[in-house]
């Protein structure tokens, strides 16, 4: 039936052909083409014409005349997530949720759906304000999601039974939380829209399949039509959906980043499948502040908030050793503290930049920086670098402590104990200022640091003051200034 309704889209320039081609024929790029089921472009023109003549133009509206109205939020309940949220699920809101196989996300949305749950059943029962709903960390003010059905985890990749047997497993017991194992996209849609859940969960997105498309589920293809329809249900219904998404090894291709335009908000696991410490990080976010971090520890009994991080991402060494500098990282409200590892160690004919956790391109920046304005050089050298626990670090305020890691090892000297330093590196030697540096330097003396070296613009007016007690902070301008300054302390 709809089958002849295919054609192939390009995913680089959006040109379409009526077959599959290995190459695209309108932007010559390889291996691009994906199936689709829209309607052909043909087909749009002419009801593009015939609509000009025919349906009657929608009315206009100037800004001042439109209600500003705050969104209806619904508060998980845990509220490590909430806070990663901006404050809780949406109405009618699309969340994709990204990460490793493995990392907890089926986990964190079984007990979220649990909260919700129990709070729509004594809110139904009490009729009064609702029982045990914590004010969300955002501290914003909440108005509810209007009172429609509970709560649907829809499973494709485990049966009911696993997932039952998982909610044991957390301590959910009696939960009532809707399940639904099934895989087929146009049954899922039925069912959302005769069940009109609050909220549903799709765990996940990668085993859903359309029947209107020939490809297999999982690729690009059934990836994003499945989720450009269950985008649509949601917006027209006001049904929150929840997407789990699983990072494929390739990457970009068919995992969560191909959606990310489509949904609402996009927040991705991050950590060490191996370490017990979770973060989950808001990356996009039409109804709240981007980068804002949750932090969880993975249990037996399920994903537990952290409510006081800074210092989980510290390795704990006995002594302090080369190649190890801390530094404060706030992404979104919180400072977190987190070491950097770097070892340089003598490298064949093409050595190697390696980093984890840190952008590669910015390691060669730095190593170049560092061999121009410092005079030292890695050129013969393997250069790795790593921030401890998995987690991501973005901001270039870590290219201080990089680079003083990397001179560490370098010279096989260790920093000084109680040793910090955060700051950006630009291209000319200079040491930047990183964003809300004195909140950075508090949580620093807070957890018992003695040195710091920061950008000379982030030094504290008051250094001797009792927010900085204990902390000696030494201010720098340049990246030679800094490498002095370390070369004397050690
Ligand atoms: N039966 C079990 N007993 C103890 N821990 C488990 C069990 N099943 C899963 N886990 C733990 O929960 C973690 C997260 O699993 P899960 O939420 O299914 O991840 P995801 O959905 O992201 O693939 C696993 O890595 C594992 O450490
Ligand atoms: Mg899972």
Redesign the pocket.
């Known amino acids: 039936m709809a089958k002849d309704k295919i054609h192939y889209v390009c995913t680089e320039c959006g040109g379409t052909s009526p077959k599959w081609l290995g190459k695209c024929p309108h932007c010559a790029a390889w291996n691009t083409l994906v199936e689709s089921a829209l309607q052909a472009p043909e087909a749009g023109k002419n009801r593009y014409a015939a609509g000009l003549a025919l349906a009657p133009a929608s009315p206009l509206s100037a800004l001042a005349d439109i209600e500003a109205s705050e969104v209806a939020r619904s508060p998980t309940g845990i509220d490590e997530l909430d806070r990663a949220l901006g404050g809780g699920m949406v109405e009618g809101g699309v969340l994709l949720i990204g990460?490793d196989?493995?990392?907890?996300?089926?986990?964190l949305l079984l007990q979220a759906l649990d909260g919700m749950q129990r709070r729509f059943d004594a809110r139904l029962s009490a009729a009064g304000p609702p029982q045990g709903a914590k004010a969300p960390s955002g501290g914003r003010e909440l108005h509810e999601m209007s009172d429609r059905g509970g709560t649907l985890y829809v499973t494709g990749e485990e049966s009911a039974a696993q997932v039952a047997a998982r909610a044991r497993?957390l301590g959910l017991d009696g939960s009532r939380v809707q399940v639904l194992a099934e895989t087929g996209l146009e049954k899922i849609i039925a069912t959302l829209s005769a069940s009109q859940p609050q909220i549903a969960v799709i765990d996940s997105i990668q085993t859903l399949y359309s029947e209107q498309l020939t490809s297999a589920p999982g690729s690009v293809a059934q990836v994003r039509e499945c989720a450009a329809h269950l985008t649509r249900l949601a917006k027209s219904s006001g049904i929150a959906i929840v997407l789990v998404g699983h990072v494929t090894k390739e990457g970009a291709l068919a995992g969560p980043r191909v959606l990310e335009h489509m949904v609402d908000t996009v927040l991705y696991f991050e950590g060490d499948?191996h370490s017990a410490f979770r973060l989950v990080r808001a990356v996009k976010n039409r109804y709240g502040a981007v980068n804002e971090i949750g932090v969880f520890a993975?249990t037996?009994r399920g994903l537990k908030g952290v409510s006081n991080p800074s210092a989980i991402f510290l390795s704990q060494h006995s002594a302090p050793a080369p190649g190890s500098c801390v530094m404060v990282t706030l992404e979104g409200t919180r400072p977190l503290l987190v070491e950097i590892q770097a070892l340089v160690d003598s490298g064949g004919p093409s050595p190697r930049r390696l980093s984890v956790g840190l952008e590669r391109d910015r390691l060669a920046m730095l190593l170049a920086v560092l061999h121009r304005h410092a005079a030292i050089s890695c050129a013969d050298q393997d250069v790795f670098v790593n921030a401890v626990g998995g987690v991501q670090i973005s901001e270039p305020a870590a290219d201080l402590a990089v680079l003083l890691a990397i001179y560490s090892s370098l010279r096989g000297k260790a920093l000084p104990k109680g040793f910090v330093a955060f700051g950006e590196v630009g291209l000319a030697g200079e040491v930047r200022p990183a964003p809300r540096g004195q909140e950075r330097l508090k949580e620093a003396a807070k957890l018992g640091f003695g040195v710091a070296v920061v950008p000379q613009a982030n030094a504290p007016k008051n250094p001797g003051g009792k927010d900085f007690e204990g902390l000696t902070i030494h201010a720098v301008e340049r990246v030679e200034q800094a490498i002095e300054l370390v070369r004397g302390l050690t």
């Open positions: 990460g196989p493995g990392i907890g996300k089926s986990t497993r499948t993975m037996e």
